[in-house]
């Protein structure tokens, strides 16, 4: 399920995968770093634009270039 709240998070983690800076599994220290977020609650959001990656796509949250 896609959390509103997390939006931004989103659009974040794709413009980090396009960017090829690390790989996805990798992501959640960026995350930290950039948001400001608890390891656990970033790895939540990792998890959650993984699970919905093609929903995300779908709906135009994120555009998959």
Known sequence: M???EWIEYY??????????ETNMFGATPYL???FGLGRREAIKVLGSWMDNYE???EKK?????
């Open 11 to 20: 659009v974040y983690l794709e413009e980090l995968r396009q960017s090829g």
């Open 32 to 34: 930290r770093e950039e």
């Open 61 to 65: 949250i994120i555009r998959r270039d």
């Open 2 to 4: 896609i959390n509103e």
């Open 55 to 57: 929903e995300l796509i």
